[in-house]
């Protein structure tokens, strides 16, 4: 039997509603049992109560009050894999002071719409039903013809395969004279900067040259670096950019130095110039 449960306003209607359905027999023309009556206005007792049921009636007044619980009793309940209708009474009915006749007859009604609903949902499952087999026979169709397609394009893979090593092969020796190419700029750029660095150092020994034959002519003295840097520091003796710019901080005139000697008025110059440098290595260490 399916399992029916009705909801009320008051416990006053509980009464009038057993009255109007004792004499209906709902089970044998419906298949239903009327298993409680629920009288409540709580939206929560109402959920609680319906638990495990198959059908919801709501028998509310005809009134104003009566059909806004009525609204929102269905709005809650639905959704809940539970068949929930309601009762339409007359407007302005009162279900306690209700004709019993009228009470039944709705209730019936009631069961009857719920049937007719059940009946238009199975006919949306059948549609749906054979819409889904027909689904499943195009999909078996496209099964089918993708495995064809499988075939083909392992067929054009076996064509194309024979192609692939002649041009990998091809790309291989593009990579290769790519490589080469950018091996040869590069050598071609650093035999220009070899060049200019030639040049450079040329330019530097000629203009040393010609400083330190100014120098001779006025008396200068040239001073080993090897041998004066040893007595300062056992560090690597100094460039000759860094000896220049020591030069340049003590502001000392007719100071010359090249990689292996400084030329100087004096042996104190000298000193003084190779202390600055050995201080200066010390605070970069720090």
Not at 32 to 56: C, H
Not at 82 to 89: D, N, P, T, Y
Not at 190 to 208: A, C, G, W, Y
Request: proline residues 1%.
């Amino acid at each position: 039997m399916i399992d029916t449960r009705i909801i009320v306003e008051g416990v006053s209607d509980v009464e009038t509603l057993s009255k109007a359905i004792q004499d209906l027999a709902l089970g044998s023309e419906f298949g239903v049992t009327i298993s409680s009556i629920i009288p409540t206005t709580n939206v929560e007792i109402a959920k609680k109560s319906i638990i495990g049921s198959d059908i919801v009636l709501i028998a509310t007044d005809a009134d104003r009050s009566g059909r806004e619980l009525a609204d929102r009793l269905f709005e809650e309940l639905k959704g809940k894999e539970i068949l929930i209708e309601r009762v339409k009474f007359p407007k302005g009915h009162d279900l306690e002071h209700a004709d019993l006749f009228l009470v039944s007859k709705e209730i019936k009604n009631s069961l009857i719409r719920i049937g007719l609903k059940s009946l238009k949902s199975i006919d949306a499952l059948t549609e749906k039903d054979k819409f889904i087999r027909s689904l499943e026979k195009d999909m078996y169709g496209l099964k089918i013809e993708n495995e064809d397609l499988k075939k083909k394009i392992k067929n054009l893979e076996q064509t194309v395969q024979s192609f692939v090593s002649e041009k990998e092969l091809i790309n291989s020796l593009e990579q290769d004279l790519d490589r080469i190419n950018v091996e040869k700029n590069e050598i071609e750029l650093e035999n220009s900067e070899l060049k200019k660095e030639i040049k450079t150092k040329e330019d530097r020994i000629s203009e040393i040259e010609a400083r330190y034959r100014d120098l001779e002519a006025k008396i200068l003295n040239i001073y080993d670096l090897d041998k004066y840097w040893s007595k300062i520091s056992d560090d690597e003796k100094p460039k000759v950019n860094e000896i220049i710019k020591a030069i340049e901080i003590l502001n000392f005139d007719r100071v010359v130095a090249s990689e292996d000697f400084i030329v100087s008025p004096s042996e104190d110059y000298v000193h003084k110039v190779l202390k600055l440098i050995k201080m200066g290595r010390e605070l970069n260490k720090d």
